[in-house]
């Protein structure tokens, strides 16, 4: 009898199919796992409801489900039949059966092996999938359905199973390599021993002269136990994670396999993720992470092998930033805001200007207006002139505003602190900052000239782009990072006019910041460089 099997109350309200564990003509039991469905907020196991053969599926991978939606047609399994004991057959004549060719042993068809080809099977995707994930290595003992490699579409990722048992003898695949359907993949040498080894046995039996009747006794099966059909095996070398954990995995260069997860079958879930990159920065933070445990590192690769190549050392500062920024980068979940303001007033303001900054001694860039903003704003929302305390439980709010800005150097990046900006002028501010790019230029900034700033500014105007996304300078909360002026069409209500806009982005702490209040100081610094007049009231 068929049945129809749907998609039962998931919770959720909609997932995607990320791993599909049967096929067409699969023999499933009731609970059985068919496939697991991933929502935005959690990943899922659908069992079978009742036993039986699967006539057709009505899914790939990909698709979108909800409750009611078709997943299988199902041949439901009657009730096993009683077992008849059949009748004592009547005592026939024996009969003298000829000499039989003598048959190998059981040992020699054992020894026997041949090599068998895996191909990609039918994975479902109108073109190639990436390799993200090589489970096994040459001389690996595998079985069958144990995962071999692991793919990822732009819509799913999936594991290959191996459709024998075996010894890996070739790896034809490597990491990111694009791969379709019927692509060669490994070679595996294949034991024959258990089906051909029994039918040798019953043949070599059938030739015995029948022994004297005996007592019955339980039979005994001699083919290798297996796992159901359809039934994925526990990896050992490896995660169980949908593909956007995976993803947010490779991001954060975490191996899976070091995560202990809480999801079903052990799935590794983003909560788990979080949960031990936050451990191990804890570890970091606490000096007592070890050495070779943690973030994997990236692994040494001989380039010389490609092609010509020159090793540049880099400079004592160059180093030093780099180590900066990476630890920066570990320690602070970032997120970036961007916003454009309309500086056409300002700039007016500013060459109309001039000619009093130069009788003053000073070029009026755009940078004393920022620094002149960003100052009025860190008083204004008090959390962004603040830093994160050790125990992770509070902010440390600072009553002084001294902002650092990033100077291009040779050597590398520099960012020199102008102190007490709020109580300077927009010269005072444009004749500090040149001073102090100029000695960090000419290799005479002090380290006192380095420290103590809350807020830092880094501009690539004078270079270009439409935004980037500055890496906070910790202990710092958030970091402004400004790119070229563009002037562009901007509507008034009636028509389009002509603006210069600047692009802004806002980088922050999330743990500090909040996303609300980082588009409100986005919003408000925009409004200020708008009518830089404000900033007088």
């Known amino acids: 009898m068929s049945e129809l099997i749907r998609v039962p109350d998931i919770g959720t309200g909609e997932g995607e199919v990320i791993e599909i564990f049967v096929k067409v003509g699969d023999r499933i039991e009731a609970e059985q796992s068919l496939l697991t469905l991933e929502s935005d907020k959690a990943s899922m196991e659908i069992p079978a409801p009742k036993a039986g053969v699967i006539k057709s599926l009505a899914v790939k991978l990909g698709d979108r489900l909800k409750e009611g939606d078709d997943l299988l047609e199902l041949e439901v399994e009657d009730a096993e039949p009683a077992i008849e004991t059949p009748a004592e057959p009547e005592p026939a004549e024996q009969k003298t059966a000829a000499p039989a060719a003598p048959l190998p042993s059981v040992a020699e068809v054992a020894a026997e092996n041949v090599i068998e080809e895996i191909h990609v099977p039918d994975i479902g995707s109108a073109g190639k999938a990436r390799v993200i994930e090589v489970?096994?290595?040459?001389?690996?003992?595998?079985?069958?359905?144990?995962?071999?490699?692991?793919?990822?579409?732009?819509?799913?990722?999936?594991?290959?199973?191996?459709?024998?048992?075996?010894?890996?003898?070739?790896?034809?695949?490597?990491?990111?390599?694009?791969?379709?359907?019927?692509?060669?993949?490994?070679?595996?040498?294949?034991?024959?021993?258990?089906?051909?080894?029994?039918?040798?046995?019953?043949?070599?039996?059938?030739?015995?002269?029948?022994?004297?009747?005996?007592?019955?006794?339980?039979?005994?099966?001699?083919?290798?136990?297996s796992a159901p059909v359809g039934k994925k095996r526990k990896k050992t070398s490896t995660a169980h994670a949908g593909p956007a954990v995976r993803k947010l995995a490779r991001e954060f260069g975490v191996?899976?396999?070091?995560?202990?997860?809480?999801?079903?079958?052990?799935?590794?879930?983003?909560?788990?993720?979080?949960?031990?990159?936050?451990?191990?920065?804890?570890?970091?933070?606490?000096?007592?992470?070890?050495?070779?445990?943690?973030?994997?590192?990236?692994?040494?690769?001989?380039?010389?092998?490609?092609?010509?190549?020159?090793?540049?050392?880099?400079?004592?500062?160059?180093?030093?930033?780099?180590?900066?920024?990476?630890r920066?980068?570990?320690?602070?979940?970032?997120?970036?805001?961007?916003?454009?303001?309309?500086?056409?007033?300002?700039?007016?303001?500013?060459?109309?200007?001039?000619?009093?900054?130069?009788?003053?001694?000073?070029?009026?860039?755009?940078?004393?207006?920022?620094?002149?903003?960003?100052?009025?704003?860190?008083?204004?929302?008090?959390?962004?002139?603040?830093?994160?305390?050790?125990?992770?439980?509070a902010?440390?709010?600072?009553?002084?505003?001294?902002?650092?800005?990033?100077?291009?150097?040779?050597?590398?990046?520099?960012?020199?602190?102008?102190?007490?900006?709020?109580?300077?002028?927009?010269?005072?501010?444009?004749?500090?900052?040149?001073?102090?790019?100029?000695?960090?230029?000419?290799?005479?900034?002090?380290?006192?000239?380095?420290?103590?700033?809350?807020?830092?500014?880094?501009?690539?105007?004078?270079?270009?782009?439409?935004?980037?996304?500055?890496?906070?300078?910790?202990?710092?909360?958030?970091?402004?990072?400004?790119?070229?002026a563009t002037m562009q069409p901007v509507w008034n209500g009636e028509s389009f006019d002509p603006r210069l806009m600047l692009p802004l982005s806002l980088s922050y702490d999330h743990r500090a910041i909040n996303g609300a209040a980082a588009a409100q100081f986005t919003r408000r610094l925009s409004e200020l460089l708008a009518e830089i007049r404000g900033l007088l009231l």
């Open 395 to 484: 902010l440390i709010r600072k009553k002084y505003v001294h902002l650092g800005f990033a100077v291009d150097t040779p050597d590398g990046l520099l960012v020199p602190v102008i102190r007490d900006v709020d109580q300077k002028s927009l010269l005072q501010l444009a004749g500090e900052a040149a001073e102090l790019a100029d000695k960090a230029r000419n290799k005479k900034l002090r380290a006192e000239d380095m420290q103590g700033a809350c807020f830092t500014i880094s501009s690539l105007g004078h270079i270009g782009g439409t935004g980037f996304t500055p890496i906070v300078n910790t202990p710092e909360v958030a970091i402004l990072g400004v790119s070229r």
């Open 135 to 225: 489970l096994v290595a040459v001389g690996d003992e595998i079985s069958e359905d144990q995962s071999l490699i692991t793919l990822e579409s732009d819509k799913a990722s999936m594991e290959i199973p191996s459709p024998v048992n075996g010894e890996v003898v070739e790896v034809l695949v490597r990491l990111d390599a694009e791969v379709g359907t019927g692509d060669l993949i490994f070679k595996v040498k294949v034991a024959q021993n258990a089906p051909v080894a029994a039918s040798v046995v019953a043949e070599q039996e059938s030739t015995k002269p029948e022994p004297a009747p005996a007592k019955p006794s339980p039979a005994v099966s001699v083919a290798p136990e």
């Open 328 to 393: 920066s980068w570990l320690n602070v979940p970032h997120v970036t805001q961007f916003e454009s303001a309309d500086i056409t007033e300002l700039e007016a303001f500013r060459v109309g200007q001039k000619g009093v900054a130069e009788k003053a001694g000073v070029k009026l860039t755009i940078l004393p207006f920022l620094l002149k903003a960003c100052a009025h704003l860190l008083q204004e929302m008090p959390d962004f002139n603040s830093s994160l305390a050790p125990s992770g439980k």
């Open 255 to 326: 191996d899976l396999g070091l995560v202990t997860g809480t999801g079903p079958h052990k799935r590794v879930m983003k909560e788990d993720l979080h949960a031990y990159v936050q451990a191990v920065l804890n570890k970091q933070a606490n000096g007592t992470l070890e050495q070779g445990s943690g973030i994997p590192a990236v692994p040494e690769v001989d380039f010389s092998r490609f092609g010509e190549i020159e090793e540049v050392p880099m400079t004592r500062l160059q180093q030093v930033g780099a180590m900066n920024l990476h």
